[in-house]
T-cell receptor, first 113, second 113 residues
Framework: NAGVTQTPKFRVLKTGQSMTLLCAQDMNHEYMYWYRQDPGMGLRLIHYSVGEGTTAKGEVPDGYNVSRLKKQNFLLGLESAAPSQTSVYFCASSWGGWNQPQHFGDGTRLSIL | GQQVMQIPQYQHVQEGEDFTTYCNSS?????IQWYKQRPGGHPVFLIQLVKSGEVKKQKRLTFQFGEAKKNSSLHITATQTTDVGTYFC?????????????FGKGTKLSVKP
């Protein structure tokens, strides 16, 4: 069982470039989440999805867009990358809502120069 | 907005010593979850507490949820080098517009052999 798979694992971008981070889960989970983790800041929710075709904003959504066209995939897009978006990005999924354990991927380390 | 404060930020212990991390919320929580993140790894779900005054144990780990459901603690007895990592709590508001899980900033535990 792969669980939650994130691609790519590492990426370096220049300011203004765009990119998409892919998250795939094979557990048939309804809920999926994107977090960013910065030193000393814990995990902050960017966007989440409660099911295929639905997305919602989290705590820090500015500068990011998401799509959930298929239940198993959750994409995070950066339209115009900024140095402030340098971070480690984690995708997670859960069977049900916020009272269910979240299963995390290995993360994507993104640097923006 | 809802905040989940976690203390201490860092804890250095000698192997065999006990360790405790505390999580405090300004609002009543419906549930609280605990996660562990090993260095370079991703958060892994440990446990969820839901009931007022609840106490749960996992081998050397003891988790408590306060009577008022505003605070929680994780206690590790006789730490081992395998306990190294960052421990996060995550809580959700009780009632009304519950919103998403809010993660604390974590307590980073180092264990000296």
């Amino acid at each position: 069982n792969a669980g939650v798979t994130q691609t790519p694992k590492f990426r370096v971008l220049k300011t203004g470039q765009s990119m998409t981070l892919l998250c795939a889960q094979d557990m048939n989970h309804e809920y999926m989440y994107w977090y960013r983790q910065d030193p000393g800041m814990g995990l902050r929710l960017i966007h989440y999805s409660v099911g295929e075709g639905t997305t919602a904003k989290g705590e820090v959504p500015d500068g990011y867009n998401v799509s959930r066209l298929k239940k198993q995939n959750f994409l995070l897009g950066l339209e115009s990358a900024a140095p402030s978006q340098t971070s480690v990005y984690f995708c997670a999924s859960s069977w049900g809502g916020w009272n269910q354990p979240q299963h995390f991927g290995d993360g994507t380390r993104l640097s923006i120069l | 907005g809802q905040q989940v404060m976690q203390i201490p930020q860092y804890q250095h212990v000698q192997e065999g010593e006990d360790f405790t991390t505390y999580c405090n919320s300004s609002t009543t929580l419906s549930n609280i979850q605990w996660y562990k993140q090993r260095p370079g790894g991703h958060p892994v779900f440990l446990i969820q507490l839901v009931k007022s005054g609840e106490v749960k144990k996992q081998k050397r780990l003891t988790f408590q949820f306060g009577e008022a459901k505003k605070n929680s603690s994780l206690h590790i007895t006789a730490t081992q080098t395998t306990d190294v990592g960052t421990y996060f709590c995550a809580g959700r508001n009780y009632g009304g517009s519950q919103g998403n899980l809010i993660f604390g900033k974590g307590t980073k535990l180092s264990v000296k052999p």
